[in-house]
């Protein structure tokens, strides 16, 4: 029995050695470090893109540049925190949509049958459009769903995940 645990722990020992020995001694207790997420400048351009919504009409974002300020919602069906999200966006929509606010809301990634149930389902008030192939997700670096990107009426981007995007609304759509 003792030898069983002799050859156990050298086996133990000669692991830690194997993977421990060769990282750097700064590795062995720093601490993890954050996932940096893409935080563009105020005045970074927003990508130009062009997607079809539901009814296979195309919106291209430049058509709203010197007009309206864009709020564009990346999401999914199947993600838990979108749909908890949905109430806040709709009083989003309720309040700013009237003030020139333009709100897409684009899918990622799922086919038009689905978006279309959960549209339906969900009786959203703002225009869905259909990333089939994650192409403006990419272009946007979209890392985790729901994310917001607001474009300011100049089609600069405002903010990304914008801690309290009604106040950033309050001040672009400002009289």
């Not at 400048?41 to 007009?67: I, M, N, T, Y």
């Not at 709020?71 to 199947?78: A, C, D, G, K």
Request: charged share 25%; hydrophobic share 40%; glycine share 6%.
């Amino acid at each position: 029995m003792k030898e069983g645990r002799t050859f156990l722990w050298g086996i133990a020992v000669t692991v830690m050695i194997t993977f421990l020995l060769p990282l750097p001694a700064a590795s062995w207790s720093a601490a993890p470090k954050p996932i940096a997420s893409p935080q563009p400048s105020l005045r970074e351009k927003a990508p130009d893109f062009v997607l079809k919504d539901l009814k296979g009409q195309r919106f291209r974002l430049s058509d709203h540049r010197g007009k309206r300020p864009v709020l564009i919602i990346f999401s999914t069906t199947w993600c838990t925190f979108c749909k908890a999200e949905i109430p806040h966006f709709k009083a989003i929509h309720d309040t700013y949509a009237k003030r020139g606010l333009e709100i897409v809301n684009i899918d990622i990634q799922e086919s038009k049958e689905k978006v279309s149930r959960f549209t339906a389902q969900n009786q959203l008030p703002y225009r869905v459009l259909l990333d089939e192939d994650g192409t403006v997700s990419g272009i946007y670096d979209i890392l985790g769903v729901p994310s917001m990107v607001l474009i300011d009426k100049n089609g600069m981007i405002h903010c990304r995940q914008c801690q309290n995007v009604e106040t950033s609304l309050d001040t672009l759509l400002r009289p």
